[in-house]
């Protein structure tokens, strides 16, 4: 049994920074490609960005290319995103998710695992 547990979240002024982690147990963690995905009250979970099993292969959604950063730590187990210049529209509760593969996904379908998701809430 995979088990994600997301923290970092919390509430920030537009142009500020969070850090988010997930802590990944059960299980290898580099087998694993980690990808997170955020989800605004009534609207569909969407792709946020992706990390390959080594960190070595990374992809964004275009809403937050160059503002965000996804990494991982193997040894640690741990998968984080690094938030910048935060806009009200990114507020939405982030999930992180974990899938088997050889690169990044974006479909939902392709993760195996999920944590329990995390508040981000930006105020104006």
């Known amino acids: 049994q995979v088990q994600l547990v997301e923290s970092g979240g919390g509430l920030v002024q537009a142009g500020g920074s969070l850090r988010l982690s997930c802590v990944v147990s059960?299980?290898?963690?580099?087998?694993?490609?980690m990808g997170w995905f955020r989800q605004a009250p009534g609207k569909e979970r969407e792709f946020v960005a992706a990390v390959n099993w080594s960190g070595g292969v990374t992809d964004y959604a275009d809403s937050v290319k160059g503002r965000f950063t996804v990494s991982r730590d193997n040894a640690e187990n741990t998968e984080y995103l690094q938030m910048n210049s935060l806009k009200p529209e990114d507020t939405a509760v982030y999930y992180c998710?974990?899938?088997?593969?050889?690169?990044?996904?974006?479909?939902?379908?392709?993760?195996?695992?999920w944590g329990q998701g995390t508040q981000v809430t930006v105020s104006s």
């Open positions: 059960g299980r290898t963690f580099s087998y694993y490609v």
């Open positions: 998710a974990a899938g088997r593969g050889d690169s990044t996904f974006r479909s939902r379908q392709m993760y195996d695992y």
